[in-house]
């Protein structure tokens, strides 16, 4: 069974500029989880997605970031525009059961220069 | 806001020593405590869990406290090995849906 993927592995982009980052949860997961750790801090939730729906998003910063998940099965979370204090580690995590163990992808790393 | 408090942030062992890692957590509504251990380059991955209906748990060389009353929950690691070292994040959830709250990590380095 394939784990949780995400892509790219690692993105540099300019202040301003627009990324698109992408997760495959585990096939049959509906609970689907992003979250980002910045500069070596603890990692910290930014939403939830249950199918198709946003369950919970109370972690995501502000209005520049736009998380979707069209049909249920892949996500995406788009930063637009980048700034400096948005470089960090992006995580996508998926389970099958809310309040049960999640499964990590590898990460993302994001640099905005 | 709900926090998980964690210590040491950084731990360095003799291979086959213990290790101990303490968390402490603030919404009592917390109810599921993973633990996760972060490899260079890797993602998070689950080594443990503990319900609050049970005050311990365990797995080979590992094992998980936890006391409701003291909101503490402890990583034990017995008989270290080169290949524990990593970075190792407690977490809680439980109240707030599905979402885990991190502690701020402990770098744990296992010396041969």
């Known amino acids: 069974e394939a784990g949780v993927t995400q892509f790219p592995s690692h993105s540099v982009i300019e202040k301003g500029q627009t990324v698109t980052l992408r997760c495959d949860p585990i096939s049959g997961h509906d609970n689907l989880y992003w979250y980002r750790r910045v500069m070596g801090k603890e990692i910290k939730f930014l939403l939830h997605?249950?199918?198709?729906?946003?369950?919970?998003e109370s972690g995501m910063p502000n209005n520049r970031f736009l998380a979707e998940r069209t049909g249920g099965t892949y996500s995406t979370l788009k930063v637009q525009p980048a700034e400096l204090e948005d470089s960090g580690v992006y995580f996508c995590?998926?389970?099958?059961?809310?309040?049960?163990?999640?499964?990590f992808g590898p990460g993302t790393r994001l640099t905005v220069l | 806001g709900e926090n998980v408090e964690q210590h040491p942030s950084t731990l360095s062992v003799q291979e086959g020593d213990s290790a101990v890692i303490k968390c402490t957590y603030s919404?009592?509504?917390?109810?599921?405590f993973p633990w996760y251990k972060q490899e260079l380059g890797k993602g998070p991955q689950l080594i443990i869990d503990?319900?609050?209906?049970?005050g311990e748990k365990k797995d080979q060389r590992i094992a998980v406290t936890l006391n409701k009353t003291a909101k503490h929950f402890s990583l034990h690691i017995t008989e270290t090995q080169p290949e524990d070292s990593a970075v190792y994040f407690c977490a809680a959830s439980g109240g707030q849906g599905g979402k885990l709250i991190f502690g701020q990590g402990t770098e744990l380095s296992v010396k041969p």
């Open positions: 995590a998926s389970s099958q059961v809310i309040e049960t163990w999640q499964f």
């Open positions: 919404d009592s509504a917390s109810n599921y």
């Open positions: 997605f249950v199918k198709e729906s946003k369950q919970d």
């Open positions: 503990i319900r609050s209906n049970v």
